[in-house]
């Protein structure tokens, strides 16, 4: 285990250009509903991504900007909704209208190298200067009639550059975000198409007529929070890291009571929760909650998501203990939770989720002592080569969807040979974070 606090490294960024980016050529004028999924409270909002390229001997004479803007027009080309505007009609219903408008571009340069980024630097929640690096354009951050992406390219003085995007969530997921930004990357690379071509079909997660809800959603409970760390004056942020030896350790820890195996992820996820919410000081009897997104893509057979579908695809299902009985059992207690709700997730539990959303006037999931993890560590956006390789670093720049409360799990691996890991960004106030890391001290020292 380690962690990260803030980062040090300070340099300036200068922005040269602010402009809108349309597709390359004419695409059609429609308006597009999205899902009851995609149009949910809780996707409302914007989530950066951030990705570190090096120089490459290949690339030299090439600008990072000039590539990635016009590989972006071509590839509105093919995802041309994204271009348009987001309209709300009755009932809280969202749609595109596909204007064609574009999509927000910065060319932007930095007086640093990409060398002067120490390995803590390249991940939330210490990305210094994450503001200058993804420049939030006034008027631009909204949901409804605002840019439904804002792209930043900044050049390093290596030669290198820094690639940051802002996308509404109401449009993707992270699987559909790296399917769009690998097409970006084909066209850069020359490439007249990008290998998987973009679908629609957003009704394969809208409400049924009639509505009916066919299952039991914990996630979506009103409850009232009495230990609501939200709203606690000061949150402190650092990163976790579980490395090979970590993971080691918790999975030597629950085979000593579980014959059950689990997944590297619901092993991490289980400890964090744990040790948080010992941390946070609930009564023994007070419930907390443990939601974890789960997608569609690959679990549904037959498969309900098709090739090339960008969509929000996913849910996440809401498991339910006391903190006295999550603080007080084996780790194994918390990991057999994890992996249950997992289990949840059918057709049928995804189509009532939709159903929810229209009976029940599209809730946010409940917050109340509640934990929930989006697992990022397969999305791949490390992957993506504009023509300089594969990023040093891609992935989430934020490291909490609500403060304290949601956060996105990454891949990381370190350069001091401690292996590919997961990297958990954590928000508590100081008291909290101290328990916190006495809490995981003490399991990992076990």
Not at 59 to 82: H, T
Not at 161 to 182: C, E, K, P, V
Not at 349 to 370: E, H, N
Not at 413 to 424: A, D, H, P, T
Request: charged fraction near 20%; aromatic fraction near 10%; glycine fraction near 8%.
């Amino acid at each position: 285990m380690s962690s990260s606090g803030t980062s040090s490294l300070k340099f300036r960024v200068t922005r040269k250009n602010i402009e809108l980016i349309g597709p390359a050529k004419p695409t059609p004028y429609e308006c597009k509903l999205l899902s009851d999924i995609d149009d949910q409270q809780s996707l409302r909002f914007h989530v950066p991504v951030i990705q570190f390229y090096g120089s490459s001997p290949s690339m030299e004479g090439k600008d990072p900007v000039k590539v990635i803007k016009e590989s972006l027009a071509k590839a509105l080309v093919f995802y041309y909704p994204l271009a348009g505007r987001l309209r709300e009609l009755p009932g809280r219903k969202v749609m595109v209208e596909c204007t064609g408008e574009g999509v927000l571009f910065i060319e932007a340069d930095a007086d640093v190298k990409l060398e002067d980024f120490g390995e803590d630097d390249l991940h939330p929640p210490s990305i210094p200067c994450l503001d200058e690096l993804l420049y939030d354009v006034p008027g631009s951050s909204g949901i409804l009639n605002s840019p439904l992406l804002l792209i930043q390219v900044t050049r390093l003085a290596c030669g290198g550059f820094i690639l940051g995007i802002r996308f509404s969530h109401t449009q993707f997921d992270a699987f559909g975000l790296q399917q769009f930004m690998t097409a970006i990357s084909e066209l850069a690379r020359g490439a007249t198409s990008p290998s998987i071509l973009p679908v629609w079909q957003r009704e394969l997660f809208s409400a049924r007529h009639p509505p009916q809800i066919t299952h039991v959603h914990h996630e979506y409970d009103h409850i009232p929070d009495t230990n609501n760390i939200i709203q606690q004056n000061k949150l402190i942020k650092r990163s976790f890291f579980f490395g090979p030896e970590e993971i080691s350790i918790l999975r030597n820890l629950v085979m000593m009571e579980s014959q059950n195996k689990y997944s590297s992820f619901n092993l991490v996820a289980a400890c964090v929760w744990r040790c948080r919410t010992i941390a946070l000081q609930y009564g023994p009897s007070e419930e907390v909650r443990f939601l974890c997104l789960v997608n569609a893509r690959g679990r549904i057979h037959p498969p309900l998501v098709p090739t090339g579908y960008y969509g929000n695809a996913f849910v996440y299902p809401a498991g339910i203990t006391t903190a006295g009985e999550l603080g007080e059992n084996h780790l194994a207690f918390a990991a057999d939770i994890i992996s249950k709700i997992k289990s949840h997730v059918t057709k049928e539990y995804i189509q009532s989720v939709a159903d929810l959303m229209v009976l029940k006037g599209r809730p946010p999931f409940s917050y109340a002592r509640t934990y929930l993890v989006s697992d990022n560590t397969k999305a791949g956006f490390e992957n993506v080569d504009y023509g300089w390789g594969k990023a040093v670093y891609g992935g989430v720049a934020l490291g909490d969807v609500v403060p304290g409360v949601a956060c996105y799990y990454i891949p990381f691996e370190r350069k001091n040979n401690s292996g590919k890991g997961i990297l958990v960004p954590v928000t508590l106030h100081p008291p909290a974070m101290e328990r916190f890391e006495k809490e995981l001290r003490i399991i990992l020292n076990k």
